[in-house]
């Protein structure tokens, strides 16, 4: 989720994501492997570097929504 919600803000190279999560470059390659497979991001080369971004605009909806669940029913826990 802290992934696909950076991607919303704008397209980012895996040491960007990796950086502002602070997590390691192979941790966040594979969540970004995961979330590609699953077709939620997609890829873009900029010469030598990957560039991921969410592979449509519903899935800014989509996280939207997840987002506005989990804060209604923080209440629950």
């Known amino acids: ?23 390691s ?15 939620l991001v997609k890829t873009e080369r900029d010469g030598n570097r990957i560039i991921y971004s969410l592979s449509s605009p519903l899935i800014t909806k989509l996280i939207q929504l997840l987002t506005d669940i989990k804060a209604k029913t923080s209440f629950l826990k």
Request: no cysteine; charged share 30%.
């Open 25 to 39: 470059v192979a941790n966040t390659s594979r969540h970004l492997q995961v979330l590609r497979d699953s077709h």
């Open 1 to 23: 989720m802290e992934i696909l919600d950076l991607l919303i803000q704008a397209p980012k190279s895996v040491e960007e994501i990796s950086k502002e999560l602070k997590i």
